[in-house]
């Protein structure tokens, strides 16, 4: 349980979460997720990263159990070190100083959009799906990824709805590179990372450097901003107005199995 690293192969390493029962990352993961996937990078022999999660899904966001325990006590310790810590972690993904490939099965919800919206590369299983449920948790936040992954009028969709969007539809927008069984999804994420780590590794680094130098979005700074609204929602009381219902409005819609377990 945690975040472990492994070296399938000469220039790659693999960052891998297993937070059960559902990969919500309680605090102190966020920043343990951060400073694994920094290491890699800062590893003069690792020439790809691949960020990869064990269990039913790859990451179904923050631990909302840790964030009601610290409310009902009268503080908010716990939702400052969430977003302090999801903005470590999805800027390990962008900062990391080689590519970062993320191999993504099951659920990917708040912050794992987030994680891979700031990857280099996504490998995604068949039965993959993607999405922001952020305004049915009371929250706000990591638009700025999702925005990543599909056109704008999708993104806004998508987020008003809390609907979901699967690993075909997204690669049928481009962001996602390949889609294989579930079976298949390490190898073939390894094997993206190995064709990646054939390169020289001081270019790759330049090569990085290069592509995020030229990207039209500061995703930190644009993700930090929607963390205000995040932020003030939980100040003004309807962050936990919104989580104490959330449960039984979603009952039996067929999206509720992931939320339940983490309210």
């Given amino acids: 349980m945690g975040v472990s690293t492994s070296a399938p192969d000469q220039g790659v390493t693999v960052v891998t979460m297993d937070f059960p029962p559902v990969n919500a990352l309680p605090v102190q993961g966020w920043y343990d997720l951060a400073d694994a996937v920094r ?8 020439r790809c990263v691949v960020l990869a999660a064990a269990g039913r899904g790859f990451n179904a966001g923050v631990d909302i159990k840790e964030l009601q325990r610290d409310t009902a006590a009268g503080g ?3 939702l400052i070190g ?3 810590g999801c903005a470590e972690a999805f800027a390990a993904v962008y900062e990391c100083e080689v590519p970062v490939v993320a191999a993504v099965h099951g659920f990917c919800l708040g912050g794992g959009i987030g994680l891979v919206g700031n990857a280099d590369a996504i490998v995604a ?3 993959a799906t993607f999405g922001l449920p952020e305004l049915d948790r009371g929250a706000l936040g990591a638009a700025t990824h ?3 992954l599909v056109p704008q009028h999708l993104m806004r ?3 008003y709805t809390s609907r979901t969007a699967t690993a075909r539809e997204l690669h049928a927008h481009g962001s996602v590179w390949k889609v294989v069984s579930r079976a298949e999804l390490t190898a073939v994420a390894v094997e993206l990372a190995r064709e990646i780590a054939r390169k020289d590794g001081h270019l790759l680094r330049l090569a990085k450097a290069a592509l995020n130098g030229i ?6 700074r644009s993700y930090r901003f929607e963390q205000g609204f995040t932020f003030e929602a939980g100040l003004s009381g309807v962050a936990d ?4 219902t959330f449960g039984s409005r979603n009952a039996g819609d067929g999206k509720g199995d992931v939320k339940e377990e983490r309210a």
Avoid: I, K, T, W
Wanted: charged share 35%; aromatic share 4%.
């Fill in 157 to 159: 969709a998508l987020y």
């Fill in 82 to 84: 969430a977003n302090r």
């Fill in 215 to 220: 990207d039209p979005v500061d995703v930190r």
């Fill in 125 to 127: 299983s068949d039965e």
């Fill in 241 to 244: 107005r919104v989580r104490e």
């Fill in 39 to 46: 290491a890699a990078g800062r590893d003069p022999g690792v």
């Fill in 146 to 148: 999702l925005a990543r």
């Fill in 76 to 78: 908010h310790g716990a």
